[in-house]
């Protein structure tokens, strides 16, 4: 079947610009989760949601992040007023059910603030 | 202040030995780990679990090694092959926290042929 796919697979954008980024998680995968992995750096953990509910927010960088779930399916994780440093390959996985289950990846989005 | 460390960026093996890869975690309310490989280009994939009440958890030539007395994990590859080469994160979670997934850094492992 179809795995995790995301979109854009790259996007360019200017300082201060608004970008959103979209996720569609494994059918009937009830939790999804966003990442993000900057040049040199490790996997870094935003947010997550258990259906469309995100119980814990504390994850995302700054106030110009959120993001959001509808349907109990597609994710889209925006960030307003774009910096440079938020460069980076944003990636979203999505499991059957609770944290401990297997994860699955999509390919990312790589975005590039200029 | 990093709770989950991979000290070693990279690492360099002959195909056929052992890789050892390691995990270092500072929080004692994590209780079940994970490791994933990454290749270029694309999303990490899952490869073995554990949780804290097993010291080891073995899954073809994949086993992961926990000590949670020294807070240490580690996965060891035997025997290793090219194919392996790959970013390989570990990562920790504390289920009772209902909480997020937190990621080492990564060690990027090279087998040699």
């Known amino acids: 079947g179809a795995g995790v796919s995301q979109s854009p697979s790259n996007k360019v954008t200017e300082k201060g610009k608004d970008v959103e980024l979209r996720c569609d998680p494994i059918s009937g995968h009830t939790a999804l989760y966003w990442y993000r992995q900057s040049l040199g750096q490790g996997l870094e953990f935003l947010i997550y949601f258990q259906g469309n509910s995100a119980p814990d927010k504390s994850g995302l960088p700054s106030d110009r992040f959120s993001a959001e779930r509808t349907g109990g399916s597609v994710s889209t994780l925006t960030i307003q007023r774009t910096q440079q440093e938020d460069s980076a390959v944003y990636l979203c996985?999505?499991?059957?059910?609770?944290?401990?289950?297997?994860?699955?990846f999509g390919p990312g989005t790589r975005l590039t603030v200029l | 202040d990093q709770q989950v460390k991979q000290n070693s960026p990279s690492l360099s093996v002959q195909e056929g030995r052992i890789s050892i890869l390691n995990c270092d975690y500072t929080?004692?309310?994590?209780?079940?780990f994970l490791w994933y490989k990454k290749y270029p280009a694309e999303g990490p994939t899952f490869l073995i679990s554990i949780s804290s009440i097993k010291d080891k958890n073995e899954d073809g030539r994949f086993t992961v090694f926990l000590n949670k007395s020294a807070k240490h994990l580690s996965l060891h590859i035997v025997p290793s092959q090219p194919g392996d080469s790959a970013v390989y994160f570990c990562?920790?979670?504390?289920?009772?926290?209902?909480?997020?997934?937190?990621f080492g850094g990564g060690t990027r492992l090279m087998v040699k042929p």
């Open positions: 990562a920790a979670i504390s289920s009772n926290a209902g909480n997020m997934l937190t």
């Open positions: 929080n004692s309310m994590f209780d079940y």
């Open positions: 996985a999505s499991s059957p059910g609770l944290l401990t289950d297997t994860q699955y």
